[in-house]
């Protein structure tokens, strides 16, 4: 970082009061760099799923995804499409539900390759075909093109490090004004409009629910305004 230094008689002003120095975050001590990330909280937040594809989702309604009960005609027909329907959560779900209800699921075959998908779940793979295909047809990146069944972002790391936890805890990280953490079931999608912290205790709850972390998390994170 830069650091300007004025000739002795040009004031240095804050707020109208003279001060020795500005740092970076405009007050008058400390330091001027960002806090130092804590080896302890490592693969412990993640961003939500990139879908890129509204058509890996049923719901009753968005035009662009499948009908819930399309859905459940096609578990019945083939209970193995069970296996790779999750439910799907959004901020929505985590902001306007006091139960965080959802009404929503989504396809989600991860890293499975294209022959293991058609195989086994030829019925799903005929629809994302269908309804989400074309638009990655259109995508400058290889990857979204050539693997047009997955998703864009399937955050592996978020994979392993919630394999076995009976549920997570998630905040909304959209434009959103309100920091509510919430605990939710681990076996779910969810969406890029989500942080997911892989905590299950109360403590941690607390602790992110915290003033002190709120204002630490409001100070340091970007904001629309």
């Known amino acids: 970082m830069t650091t300007i230094q004025f000739p002795p008689n040009i004031p240095i002003l804050l707020d109208g009061r003279p001060v020795e ?9 400390g330091g001027n760099d960002d806090p130092q990330k804590l080896r302890a909280n490592e693969n412990k937040s993640f961003q939500g799923s990139i879908v890129l594809g509204m058509g890996f989702t049923f719901d009753d309604t968005n035009p662009e995804a499948t009908p819930i009960a399309e ?21 929505e779900e985590v902001n306007s539900s ?37 638009d990655r047809d259109k995508q400058k990146r290889d990857a979204l093109r050539i693997k047009w069944w997955q998703y864009a972002e399937k955050r592996p790391g978020l994979k392993r490090a919630i394999a076995g936890s009976d549920r997570v805890l998630v905040s909304a990280c959209g434009a959103s004004k309100w920091f509510a953490p919430t605990f939710l079931p681990a076996n779910c999608v969810f969406s890029h409009a989500l942080a997911v912290f892989v905590f299950e205790d109360y403590s941690a709850f607390c602790g992110l629910q915290s003033q002190i972390h709120e204002s630490w998390a409001r100070f340091l994170g970007s904001s629309l305004e």
């Open 71 to 91: 859905m459940h005609r096609l578990i019945e027909q083939n209970p193995k499409n069970a296996e790779v329907i999750f439910p799907y959560i959004g901020g």
């Open 21 to 29: 120095k500005i740092t970076a975050f405009l007050f008058p001590n």
């Open 98 to 134: 006091p139960t965080h209800a959802y009404y929503r699921y989504a396809i989600d075959f991860f890293d499975r390759d294209e022959d293991e998908c058609w195989k086994d779940y030829p019925e799903l793979m005929a629809i994302i075909k269908e309804k989400v295909k074309p």
